[in-house]
């Protein structure tokens, strides 16, 4: 993992690490040049050598790139850089959003009510209908990836396994990508997905906010 500190392309300074997944770790960072709060995301060093995860990776850049929506997350600058004990770090500057995961809302006050929920996947429907409308599906949707602000508004996050209609596949032929517990039936035998599979991975986070437990148990695609 890097440390604070660490300044990226003489201008990210990472200040606060927030998040590390199965691909990558998440910083709050200062953009000294603009003088504002930006958030880092870096490829893991260990996938670094697999040119699958590196382009993958480069994808979700040109993906947020292609959207322009109040609920999707905002890129600013992408980059590969060779730190001074000679790291290479590959990464992406975002939209910093201070708010809470849906999935800390869940586990923290248990069942949703009717109209908060109705709220919430409303506006993480019109997000995603912005992505399907540039022919991305999302793959990953799940409590985790909305954040909810303060104000209430909600924002998707993470488009790391995300697939255009018209790219090549990153992920190798049949490869299973996604979350297990809000996977639609397709997705999880590794045939083509579509804006269905988002529209159905939705409906499964709705069900877990309304019942305070995912619709199916299970870890894997199999269970």
Not at 8 to 13: D, E, M, S, T
Not at 110 to 127: F, H, I, K, M, N
Request: hydrophobic share 45%.
């Amino acid at each position: 993992m890097l440390n604070p500190g660490v300044v990226l392309n003489g201008r990210y300074r990472l200040e606060k690490h927030l998040a590390t997944g199965g691909m990558s770790e998440v910083w709050r960072a200062t953009d000294t040049t603009l003088g504002r709060t930006v958030a880092v995301k870096v490829l893991l060093p260990n996938l670094l050598s697999d040119p699958g995860f590196a382009a993958r990776f480069r994808a979700e850049a040109m993906t947020l790139a292609s959207l322009r929506h109040p609920g999707v997350v905002d890129i600013f600058d992408s980059g590969e850089e060779r730190l001074s004990e000679g790291r290479r770090v590959l990464y992406l500057v975002m939209e910093y959003v201070a708010g809470e995961p849906l999935s800390r809302r869940i586990a923290r006050v248990g069942r949703l009510d009717p109209r908060e929920t109705l709220s919430l996947v409303a506006q993480a429907a019109e997000a995603l209908h912005a992505a399907h409308g540039k022919g991305i599906v999302h793959r990953d949707v799940k409590p985790s990836n909305l954040l909810i602000k303060a104000n209430g508004t909600v924002k998707l996050v993470d488009f790391g396994v995300a697939r255009s209609a018209a790219a090549s596949n990153l992920t190798g032929t049949n490869a299973i990508v996604g979350t297990a517990l809000y996977m639609a039936p397709e997705q999880a035998r590794g045939l083509p997905v579509s804006a269905a599979t988002d529209v159905y991975a939705l409906g499964a986070v709705a069900y877990h906010c309304l019942a305070g437990r995912p619709p199916f148990p299970g870890t894997n695609p199999v269970e």
